[in-house]
């Protein structure tokens, strides 16, 4: 049986990765997982990179981590535990998916304006180098590395991701115009990479217009490729426009590694009270399944979860509150119970 890593991370994250393991157990899903540490947990107990040598071993042998989220430790000079893990392991595009849910109401869905939104940020670069210090005590300076290499390798991924999901567009967004130099440089791989995919519609777009536009016209996007903290930026924008963070699935793709986890953070302000959506985490890993061939696995389990979407069984952070919410361990129930069934 096919053995995969998983950590649970800090926050909600032990509360929605039990949820969504116990729903993969109820559906059988051929994997073995292996426990590994890491986390704020772990940086507390002295490990500096947030994790031990037993788990970045195991993960390099197994070559997927599914995780939880994990909380930046605070601190000067103190390197984020997922930058650090994404760094370490070169998966350098990050996929988030923003997808209409049947059953999550938003202005759009009520207005029959569909979304289907991709977006690939570059996840090594730019300024989360952490490179950055006081040159007075009044000035302080950081240091933005975008590199044709990094560049290539994320915009060629993108291209591939939008010709496999049969993209109508793809689009490149940016500030080249005011960040001539990093962001001219990103502008002109993803120009290049382009001619060799005449299939595909590539623009480009300045990533305030972006914002924008897709506040206005959602559906006029497909795939969006950006740097890295304009993606970060942006992704937050794009999982409100389908109901809120809940909803937003991602997988961080390297050659060798691949990490797939939500896109939000540990939730501390609900941490603890069995009430988080535990559907983001889930759609991660759905995605995970399809990445390992799993198929009949995750449509059965993906069929179950939009059913329970459209009979309007909900988390308090979305849905009908004229229906009572239901609670973590709940839902996830409620999911299992549905196998078998079609949205
Ligand atoms: P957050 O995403 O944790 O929370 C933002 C808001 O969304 C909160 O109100 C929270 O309650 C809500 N929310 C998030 N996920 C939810 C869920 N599944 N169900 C219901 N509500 C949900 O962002 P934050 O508060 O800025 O960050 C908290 C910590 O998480 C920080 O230490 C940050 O660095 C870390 N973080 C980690 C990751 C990751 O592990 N990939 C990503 C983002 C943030």
Redesign the pocket.
């Known amino acids: 049986m096919r053995r995969i890593a998983v950590a649970k991370?800090d926050?909600?994250g032990p509360e929605?990765m039990d949820a969504v393991l116990k729903i993969f157990y109820e559906a059988k899903v051929p994997l073995e997982y292996v426990t590994v540490d890491i986390g704020k947990w772990v940086f507390d107990k002295g490990f500096n990179t947030g994790m031990t040598p037993e788990a970045r071993q195991t993960i390099e042998t197994l070559g997927i981590l599914f995780k939880g989220?994990?909380?930046?430790p605070k601190g000067k000079g103190v390197k984020?535990i997922?930058v650090t893990a994404r760094k370490t392991w070169n998966t350098y595009a990050n996929t988030r998916t923003f997808q209409t849910l049947h059953g999550v109401d938003t202005v759009f869905s009520k207005a029959g304006i569909p979304i289907d939104i991709t977006v690939v940020r570059e996840n090594i670069e730019d300024t989360y180098g952490g490179i950055e210090h006081m040159i007075t005590n009044d000035v302080a300076i950081s240091r933005r590395i975008i590199t044709r290499p990094g560049s290539m390798q994320v915009i060629k991924y993108a291209f591939e991701m939008a010709r496999k999901k049969k993209a109508r567009r793809i689009t490149c967004a940016h500030k080249a115009n005011i960040m001539k130099i990093t962001d001219g440089l990103f502008l002109e791989v993803f120009q290049e990479v382009a001619k060799d995919y005449p299939d595909l519609k590539a623009d480009d777009v300045i990533v305030d217009d972006l914002c924008m536009k897709l506040v206005t016209k959602p559906d006029t996007f497909d795939v969006i490729v950006l740097t890295n903290l304009q993606g970060d930026i942006v992704s937050d924008l794009c999982a409100g426009l389908i109901g809120?963070?809940?909803f937003a699935p991602s997988a961080n793709i390297g050659d060798h590694i691949c990490i797939f986890?939500?896109?939000?953070?540990?939730?501390?302000?609900?941490a603890g009270k069995n009430i988080?959506?535990?559907t983001?985490l889930l759609l991660s890993g759905i995605g995970m399944l399809r990445h390992l061939g799993l198929m009949e696995s995750a449509t059965m389990i993906e069929n179950a979860l939009l059913y329970t979407l459209e009979q309007g069984v909900h988390?308090g952070?979305f849905g009908n509150k004229s229906i009572s919410a239901v609670n973590t361990t709940q839902f996830a129930e409620a999911i299992t119970s549905n196998f078998g069934k079609q949205p």
């Open positions: 991370g926050g909600i929605i989220p994990m909380e930046t984020s997922n809120g963070l809940g986890e939500a896109v939000h953070g540990t939730a501390p302000d609900i988080a959506n535990p983001a988390t952070d």
